[in-house]
């Protein structure tokens, strides 16, 4: 148990590095568009950099933005739940229901949505596809794989929250505590 | 077993509303069970299981290889950052010195902040939380009634999520194919209006029971004229600069929304900077927030298309199409109420991203084949469209104020003193909500108001 819980640990923690590290990205896109709006404006752009790639390189940005964040999402409980039932259930209840919700809904969704993911990565890797625009980006499939990743990261999330309920209802009295789910409610919209 | 088979999309929906009540995220929920049906749906031949197959190229069209919703992260890093900027507070100090003559000033000075914090960010949270750090104890302090503080800042915060930019106007422009800027320019006047009601409100709640809102002292601000302009100019100064750089942009035709919410955000690092607000620390906790916040809207994005394309491969859209007719809802005006009510009840307890999301593609095929043109006019679909998205709008900003689950309620929970309970809050907003629905009768009733900017400024015809 106490291994187990020392992994989700360390899972946590190399999450939160690697959706801090793509993070950064949030100023590369600023800095992308405010390029090409200005370029645009002044008539002039880098070689092989036209306006058509620079707004492909957007959304590719946008794709590694948000992918890479979905599981360290889930870890620090920033997706939105509509907790009626629950507010004020006691923390074990809570665990059941989680652990419930890891298993109905969690993980089939992640597992199938990953297969089917990694197959769409492949497919557009052995094709060797490009944008469908001549003066478009090539490598799609390298867009493509950020939402592989992220649901790999995104399994990963789901694996160490789950390992984290197990402890809190079936471990040791000593780890339960250590083991409580990480609650920084980070709802924005 | 016909029966089953022919209404699994409808069983689906019903299994989906309770299993949200789960508590599990929603973003979960809703790819979970678009996968369990999709499965059943091929046992009982009715998904073909090469349909799996079209999940992710769904998802992908949606929400990656779409350059309207880059605006959405950019919009979300911009209000955050504009948060941690520290230019509301100038703001609000020098609304409180405008103001300080007139009953309620420093419950209208709220107002207008909203109004004007709304007009820089997309987002919600931003504002709510910080108007209620900086203006709430500001009112308890002066002797303001609890609810009426309470109120005036929830509402105003909201105005948010309402008054362009808005990520819930870029996400329901995307949903139903129509022109963001023009979304962004219809509603600026239902924005102004709802504030223009909540501050007429204010006033004659002041005048009536000055003891509720009494006045600040005369002396607070600066002595000299000169000082007076340095502090406008200076609290003015970054809210009218982005305002021009982002809303301006987009009027007048130069730049699509992605590419204001891009200058934006860049805009927002700016007056960071020049606060001296801009280190490494800030700059973190700006992305962590920002990030978090984006995978959120976008993990539900990526499970509500799997849910919608199961919901229609199982046939969704005709049964949804059949039951609006058997239950007599066939003209425009009755569509148009049943899916207002709708949203209003379901705005009880949910937020306006799964109401956009998962109801909005569910009878998107109903209202595309909406006719308004004697209310409306001539300009065929997208007339009635934009004025639908704004209209539901409203709406669901009054969902943020509906308890028991109103998002806003939650911040202000996480933030008010403890002399302030959730009573209160619940009470507090019970007025505002009904300015809401004076509002959205307003505009139910002279659809021009949302209409007329996207006309001026060449949006829409």
């Known amino acids: 148990m106490e291994k187990l819980l020392r992994a989700s640990n360390a899972i946590n923690m190399v999450m939160d590095r690697i959706a801090m590290a793509f993070g950064w990205l949030f100023l590369a896109l600023t800095a992308v568009i405010v390029f090409d709006v200005l370029s645009r404006n002044f008539g002039f752009q880098l070689p092989r950099m036209g306006s058509t790639r620079l707004q492909e390189l957007e959304w590719h940005v946008h794709t590694a933005l948000f992918s890479f964040w979905l599981g360290i999402a889930y870890i620090k409980n920033a997706h939105v739940r509509i907790d009626v039932a629950f507010t004020n259930a006691a923390p074990r209840k809570k665990a059941w229901a989680e652990l419930l919700g890891c298993v109905i809904f969690a993980l089939p969704y992640t597992l199938v949505a990953l297969y089917f993911s990694a197959d769409f990565t492949w497919i557009a890797y052995v094709t060797n596809e490009s944008s469908a625009s001549a003066n478009g980006l090539p490598w799609r499939w390298i867009p493509k794989s950020f939402i592989t990743f992220g649901l790999l990261l995104l399994l990963l999330a789901v694996a160490s929250v789950l390992v984290r309920v197990i402890v809190q209802l079936f471990g040791p009295e000593e780890l339960r505590e250590r083991a409580a789910l990480f609650d920084a409610s980070a709802k924005m919209t | ?461």
């Open chain 2, 1 to 461: 077993m016909d029966w089953l088979i022919h209404h699994l999309a409808l069983i689906l929906f019903f299994i989906l509303a309770l299993a949200l009540f789960s508590g599990f995220p929603v973003a979960f929920v809703l790819g979970g069970i678009a996968i369990m049906f999709g499965a059943l749906g091929m046992l009982f031949d009715v998904f073909a299981p090469v349909q799996f197959f079209n999940l992710l190229p769904r998802v992908w069209g949606a929400a990656a290889s779409n350059p309207i919703l880059v605006a959405v992260p950019m919009f979300i890093f911009m209000g955050t950052m504009l948060e941690r900027s520290g230019i509301a507070d100038d703001l609000l100090h020098c609304l409180q010195v405008l103001l300080r003559r007139i009953p309620g000033g420093l419950a209208m000075s709220v107002t207008l902040m909203g109004t004007i914090m709304a007009a820089t960010t997309g987002i919600v949270g931003a504002s709510v939380v910080m108007l209620t750090m900086i203006a709430l104890p500001a009112m308890l302090e002066r002797g303001y009634e609890k609810k009426l503080a309470v109120g005036t800042i929830a509402s105003a915060g909201t105005l948010g999520i309402l008054i362009p930019p808005s990520i819930m106007l870029v996400i329901m422009g995307d949903l139903l194919s129509v022109s963001v800027g023009a979304l962004f320019a219809a509603a600026v006047f239902p924005g102004l209006i709802l504030a223009a009601l909540y501050l007429a409100y204010i006033g004659i709640r002041s005048f009536m029971r000055p003891d509720q809102a009494p006045p600040l002292p005369a002396d607070i601000g600066p002595k000299t004229q000169r000082e007076l302009w340095w502090l406008l100019a200076k609290s003015f100064f970054p809210p009218v600069f982005l305002i021009t750089l982002v809303l301006g942009s987009i009027f007048g035709g130069w730049a699509t929304p992605t590419e204001a919410a891009g200058v934006g955000s860049f805009g927002a690092i700016l007056l960071a900077w020049m606060k001296g607000r801009l280190n490494g620390a800030t700059l973190r906790g700006v992305i962590e927030r920002a990030g978090l916040t984006n995978a959120m809207v976008f993990f539900i994005f990526f499970g509500a298309t799997l849910f919608s394309f199961v919901f229609r491969s199982l046939g969704g859209d005709e049964l949804v199409i059949e039951l609006l007719a058997k239950m007599g809802f066939d003209t425009g005006w009755k569509i148009l109420t049943f899916m207002l009510i709708l949203t209003f009840i379901l705005g009880f307890f949910f937020d306006w991203i799964e109401i956009c999301l998962i109801v909005l593609p569910v009878f998107a095929p109903v209202l595309q084949g909406v006719d308004f043109g004697a209310h409306l006019g001539d300009g065929g679909p997208i007339l009635f469209l934009t004025w639908f998205v704004i209209l539901m709008s409203v709406n669901l900003q009054t969902s943020f104020l509906t308890p028991p689950f109103g998002f806003t309620l939650f911040y202000m929970k996480g933030t008010v003193p403890p002399s302030i309970n959730m009573m209160d809050i619940y009470r507090g907003i019970i007025p505002f909500v009904i300015l809401q629905l004076i509002g959205l009768s307003l505009l139910v009733a002279f659809p021009e108001i949302v209409l007329w900017l996207p006309r001026y400024v060449g949006f829409l015809y």
